[in-house]
């Protein structure tokens, strides 16, 4: 529907969620208040938002709370434009009580509609179309605003953008699970089924109870064919194995004469065997996850491995997980790219995830990438299906409750899913960083055990590794900040959907120019009212440093330092104590050595430097590294320091004075002063 | 950049978790002739192939300690791409003691190195191969490697050329693997394997169990 007949034909409402949804921005300044003055309406909003929007400027984080200062300047502006009306009741402090009993009341007089991002809210309005006994003419319509900033229809609760996922690989799941905290069971299925376009059936796997036993039962085979043999499948029937793709530890792929791909085991086991049938017996069809076929068996019927199709690209370490291998593979990319791949594979492991398969060994070698929207899971013979485990695992995707635990010994439940999907969104959106590396620390099995996830939020500084990681974190927005320190440090685990909608919302903001495009950026977020240039007093190069941070460094007569100089500086210094460290552990004792080995009078190698040698050359060269830049090797150490104090305010440099301007007091006393009206 | 040995962005730019190796070789006067010839062409063999493999190459760092006469450290711990391999030549003693201290010290302080950079590594290998026998006391180096490999902080992969090896002197300095003679002198068999474990080894995150492959290829099973 057209907005203005919208505004025509509705009483429109719009809740606070929207007020403040970053993505609603051009929608609410610009096309709405145009719409209503050429309509001459007026939107309606409750006496909650403001309350809610004078909590956020006071309490709220430095995102929000600039958010809602934006949100009290609009409204402000809505009224002096006279296209905006405050409904109140005061009897009422629960506000959305009040407006739903107010819709309730009103739905057969007036034609309603509500504005909210908030999907369960959105729920509850959506119900009154079925409750009481009047059935009313008018229908109140539900709407949102969608990442890209337009406005959508909520569909019995369900989000555009969902309903094209769920038509996609029909399901349904993980919103109905959403619901269930505001409704019953029988409303929950009957609204799925009225939400749903006609689809398939998904087919869920029970959920594992316990490990199956007798797992390394081993089937006897007399002979398991490779390169120029052919095998038995029962779905493609014979086929020649073509050439070896490559070997694993538990057996060899080959390219096949039908070009489908056929996994051939060194030993078959009663497991593998069990878990096959399983797997081929739920109806499964999703692209670029490479589902076994079909058994594939030798000469005499014995089976020795499976059929599936071709993955193609390179396993995800491998393609971009280094600067210079993404840089190789991926010229182009950038960090959109990045998040939408995070969603290319998200898709496909709800898909699984919708029918209760649990991955396991999720990691950077069995997910193979051809492009951002091109992806292939292989290994997913490993994956746990029912009884039987995934066998293997790696620490770094291991939650903190199972590390230490052996893989082939228990099932994994979801929470434990879920933890390795936060870790591969992480260092999907870090190229290769696991979370938990960092300065100082244990191994990252302890570290892991700990939660000591390094990245500064909140009041929490951190201590992240140097370089380049600090600063693509400080240019994530807030909420995606919040949901991974929620994922390490607190160990809060969120589901596949709980990661999609986090990342199409970073991806908008970023489509939007509202955070951050470069996957590898130079520095810290600085904002642009906060930002002043300044000139590096190492290298001369000009670069932007927040206001206050200036200001703390003239008070203090200290230099400006930019990142590549005091990175440099850092390096510089670790390597120098490295070599120290070294060369003054044995000094005497190799001087002495030396003299001794004269005696012997054979030649040395010329290329070969004795180790104080070496360490001597390696102090002349870090001296002469420091003369050569302008600054003295004081200024160097300063800069280290002043590293320090850098990076320990690097969440995002934006600081806002807390007491709320002249212009929103007014704004505020207005709606007051409606209120009491 | 003139300072390229000294400021090594890799350190920062790679998230890849490292694992430092270091071979402390033996290149006594013993070793002249046949031997330090294949060990030459073994060591260049294994840099090839870790150069080769794109995921060793990003993991792999290593460092080469001699001890011939003198103790050196002729290469040192750098990102792969940046290093050149030396030919070693045969001199004097067999200062294998000095040689392990000073390889525990490196080790020691590259470790401190990516700890302080925030970059993930394994516990260190250390490829100690010997002719002959120590000319220098090693109760010390020995003390230090048995302790560390005891605390899982080490794996050693003690190696004998030659009949004159003294393999008794050898297991002082590994408590837990028995020291292995190398196969007459097949250096490119041991180096090959060496850099397969490397790979298989940087595909497992720190702190996972991960065995080596077998050894036969290279070690002489009679002994």
């Not at chain 1, 959109?336 to 995830?353: F, N, P, R, S």
């Amino acid at each position: 529907m057209e907005l203005k007949a919208l505004l025509d034909k509705y009483i429109v409402f719009i809740d606070t969620s929207t007020w403040l949804y970053p993505e609603a921005n051009d929608w609410i300044t610009e096309q709405l208040p145009q719409a209503l003055k050429e309509s001459e309406k007026r939107v309606r909003i409750s006496g909650k938002v403001v309350e809610e929007v004078t909590k956020h400027i006071k309490n709220g984080d430095e995102a929000l709370s600039k958010q809602a200062k934006q949100t009290a300047q609009l409204l402000n502006q809505y009224h002096k434009d006279e296209i905006i009306e405050v409904y109140q009741d005061p009897d009422d402090p629960f506000q959305d009580q009040a407006i739903l009993a107010m819709f309730m009341k009103y739905r057969t007089k007036f034609p309603l509609a509500m504005v909210t991002q908030d999907r369960n809210f959105a729920l509850d309005v959506e119900n009154l179309n079925k409750q009481g006994s009047v059935q009313s003419t008018n229908t109140i319509l539900v709407f949102y605003i969608d990442i890209f900033g337009k406005l959508m229809r909520w569909d019995y609760g369900v989000k555009e953008h969902e309903k094209r996922m769920q038509s996609s690989h029909s399901s349904h799941q993980g919103q109905a699970g959403d619901r269930n905290e505001r409704s019953d069971r029988n409303d929950k299925s009957e609204r799925s089924e009225k939400s749903s376009k006609p689809k398939e059936k998904i087919v869920a796997l029970p959920l594992g109870t316990k490990v199956e036993t007798g797992l390394d039962t081993e089937l006897p085979v007399s002979h398991f064919p490779s390169e120029g043999e052919s095998v038995r499948t029962d779905a493609f029937g014979e086929l020649q194995l073509m050439k070896e793709l490559g070997k694993g530890g538990e057996g060899s792929v080959f390219l096949t004469s039908n070009g489908m791909v056929c996994k051939i085991y060194t030993k078959m086991t009663k497991a593998r065997y069990e878990k096959l049938k399983l797997m081929l017996d739920i109806p499964f069809n999703k692209e670029g996850i490479c589902w076994p076929q079909s058994l594939a068996y030798n000469s005499k019927g014995e089976c020795i491995g499976y059929m599936m199709s071709a993955a193609s690209g390179k396993v995800m370490q491998l393609s971009m997980f280094h600067k210079k291998l993404l840089e190789k593979n991926f010229p182009h990319w950038n960090r959109g790219h990045l998040v939408e791949l995070a969603l290319t594979i998200l898709d496909k492991i709800k898909y699984l995830h919708d029918r209760n398969i649990i991955i396991g060994d999720i990691n950077p070698f069995n997910i193979m990438i051809k492009d951002y929207n091109e992806v292939y899971f292989v290994d997913t013979d490993s994956y746990q299906i029912v009884n039987y485990p995934c066998p293997v695992g790696t620490i770094n995707f291991t939650p903190p409750e199972a590390q230490g635990m052996r893989y082939h010994e228990y099932l994994r439940t979801f929470e434990h899913e879920q933890f390795a999907v936060a870790t591969l969104v992480f260092m999907t959106l870090m190229p290769g960083k696991p979370p938990y590396a960092q300065q100082g620390g244990g191994t990252p099995g302890e570290n892991i055990k700990n939660m000591e996830f390094p990245y500064p939020f909140g009041d929490s500084k951190g201590n992240a590794p140097d370089g380049v990681w600090r600063y693509i974190w400080s240019h994530f927005t807030y909420k995606l900040k919040e949901k991974f320190y929620q994922a390490f440090a607190e160990n809060k685990r969120f589901s596949t959907d709980d990661w999609i909608q986090m990342l199409e919302s970073y991806l908008y903001a970023i489509k939007r120019g509202h955070s951050n495009d470069e996957i590898w950026p130079m520095s810290n977020k600085v904002s642009e009212e906060n930002a002043v240039e300044v000139t590096c007093n190492q290298c001369s190069s000009q670069f932007v440093m927040h206001e206050e941070k200036k200001n703390d460094l003239d008070a203090q007569g200290k230099f400006y330092i930019c990142n590549a100089c005091l990175m440099k500086n850092k390096l510089t210094r670790v390597q120098r104590d490295e070599a120290a460290a070294t060369s003054s552990a044995a000094t005497g004792k190799s001087q002495a050595t030396t003299r001794r080995t004269s005696s012997f009078g054979t030649n040395t190698a010329a290329k070969t430097t004795t180790r104080s040698a070496t360490s001597a050359a390696m102090q002349a060269r870090a001296r002469a590294n420091s003369r050569s830049s302008t600054a003295s090797s004081s200024s160097a150490r300063m800069g280290a320091s002043g590293n320090a104090a850098h990076t320990s305010s690097s969440t995002p440099v934006v600081v806002f004075t807390p007491k709320p301007p002249g212009l929103l007091m007014q704004g505020i006393k207005f709606i007051a002063s409606k209120i009491k009206k | 950049m003139a300072n390229l040995e000294l400021f090594d962005q890799d350190l920062i730019d790679n998230p890849s978790a490292r694992v430092p190796v270091c071979l402390v070789l033996d290149t006594s006067g013993s070793m002249s002739g046949d031997k330090i010839d294949e060990l030459n062409r073994g060591v260049q063999l294994f840099f090839n192939e870790v150069r080769e493999d794109e995921m060793a190459s990003l993991s792999a760092e290593i460092s080469i300690i001699t001890f011939g006469g003198t103790v050196q450290q002729v290469v040192e711990f750098a990102n792969i791409e940046n290093q050149t391999v030396p030919n070693l030549t045969p001199t004097g003693r067999t200062p294998m003691g000095e040689a392990v201290n000073l390889a525990l010290d490196v080790l020691e302080a590259r470790k401190k190195t990516y700890a302080s950079l925030g970059v993930d590594y394994y516990q260190p290998w250390l490829v100690l191969m010997t002719d002959g026998a120590p000319t220098d006391d090693i109760t010390g180096a020995a003390r230090r490697t048995s302790e560390l490999i005891q605390n899982n902080k080490l794996t050693i992969f003690p190696i004998g050329i030659g009949a004159e090896a003294h393999m008794p002197t050898l297991q002082q300095f590994s408590p837990k693997l028995p020291p292995v003679k190398l196969k007459g002198l097949n250096f490119n068999e041991f180096f090959l394997w060496l850099s397969q474990s490397i790979t298989m080894k940087s595909q497992s995150t720190p702190g996972e169990d991960v065995k080596a492959l077998p050894i036969n290829p290279w070690a002489d099973l009679t002994l």
